[in-house]
């Protein structure tokens, strides 16, 4: 296999497995209440408290950090087709953020206060101005805002005041008993209020992730899974990253939470450079069903938003009504459930169209 075969699978096959990864931890906030605090237990079930380890120790963070790496390998994809095409690439990326920006205040307002694309477009902007630099320099800051996010990101987290009680009232009341407009009102205020918090606490680590992406594509790494250094990250960040992970999650449930919590935090990154080195060892030439899924890979933009779109429907008062009403474990599969059937629907949608609806309209703006 040449390395041409793995530049097209590679960044197909990270967007699949983060599509999964980031409705897991996402469905907690959105069929459950999002305003218990950060170390607070609110499993209420054995079987809750199980699901919230493996979500904790598996995916919380880690897709997060896929999905951001993902951002910076587009921005070397968007800089290498802007050259080709003799365009020009500021307008071209000033563009693409302000669609980025209007796309993430609809998603979060309408649908997902924990909306992450309003963070991409304030620091990707930051982004722009590291573009010229060299791999070796974007590893090296790359991996000092990671571990910056330690030291910004746990205080404020840590220090985060307690939810009024009539918070909690509007709450219940907006997803569980009222309409669409009272759900949005709600999303619309918690969207405001968290979002300066969360432009600090993930903003630092995604602009880190971002940078490591980006000198994926300046070294040629993202080019061929079989680079020596994917090897070197499965093998040395892999087991260890989830086996810390594992044990921070476990005690963030069930033992003392705060050094938990810490431990789950410290220990994402590590984990999520043994993911990239496992996905870089399954980034094979697929067979005829998976590689439908893996061109679906493409539109991971719709199929981010149509999670939430589904979902919150699906739970909210104005669609199904099952918000708190199951347990978290269901929760998870009926939100695994509705991706495998948005990556279906999507994988008909591109045999007609070359790019997904949310894809689309991004490009439109992008190229305006």
Same mark, same amino acid.
């Given at each position: ?98 669609? +980025? $920006?209007?796309? =993430? ?7 997902? /206060? !924990?909306?992450? *694309?309003? %963070?991409? @477009? ?123 992970? +594992? $044990?921070?999650? =476990? ?7 705060? /050094? !938990?919590?810490? *431990?789950? %935090?410290? @220990? ?101």
């Amino acid at each position: 296999m040449k390395a041409t075969d793995d530049r097209a699978l590679m960044p197909d096959y990270l967007r699949l497995c983060a599509l999964f990864g980031i409705v897991i931890v996402n469905i907690q906030y959105i069929a459950f209440s999002a305003l218990h605090g950060f170390t607070e237990p609110v499993g209420k079930t054995f079987s809750d408290e199980v699901t919230l380890w493996l979500v904790s120790g598996l995916a919380l963070l880690k897709t997060y950090g896929l999905f951001s790496f993902m951002f910076g390998v587009g921005l070397g994809f968007l800089m290498g087709s802007a050259q080709r095409r003799s365009l020009p690439f500021g307008h071209l990326y000033r563009n693409r953020m302000i669609g +980025l $920006l209007l796309l =993430g205040i609809a998603h979060g307002c309408l649908f997902f /206060p !924990g909306d992450v *694309l309003v %963070i991409y @477009a304030v620091t990707g902007s930051v982004l722009y101005f590291f573009r010229d630099w060299t791999a070796a320099r974007l590893v090296k800051v790359g991996a000092a805002l990671l571990v910056l996010q330690l030291f910004v990101g746990l205080p404020l987290l840590f220090a985060a005041s307690e939810t009024p009680a009539e918070v909690f009232r509007f709450e219940k009341y907006a997803l569980a008993k009222g309409g669409f407009f009272d759900a949005v009102l709600f999303r619309s205020i918690g969207f405001g209020f968290t979002l300066p918090l969360f432009l600090i606490i993930q903003g630092v680590s995604a602009l880190g992730w971002f940078c490591l992406g980006l000198a994926s594509v300046k070294s040629g790494m993202i080019d061929n899974a079989r680079h020596p250094l994917w090897r070197r990250a499965r093998r040395l960040c892999l087991l260890p990253g989830l086996v810390l992970s +594992l $044990l921070g999650a =476990g005690l963030w449930q069930w033992g003392p939470a705060g /050094p !938990g919590a810490t *431990l789950t %935090i410290v @220990a994402a990154p590590i984990a999520t450079l043994g993911y990239l080195g496992l996905i870089a060892l399954i980034s094979r030439p697929p067979g005829p069903i998976m590689s439908r899924a893996l061109v679906v890979g493409g539109s991971s933009l719709s199929v981010y938003l149509g999670q939430s779109i589904l979902l919150s429907s699906i739970f909210s008062a104005y669609g199904l009504g099952l918000w708190s009403e199951v347990d978290r474990a269901t929760a998870s599969c009926i939100a695994i459930l509705v991706t495998v059937l948005l990556i279906a629907a999507l994988s008909v949608w591109r045999i007609w169209f070359k790019l997904g609806p949310f894809e689309w309209v991004l490009r439109r703006i992008t190229y305006a």
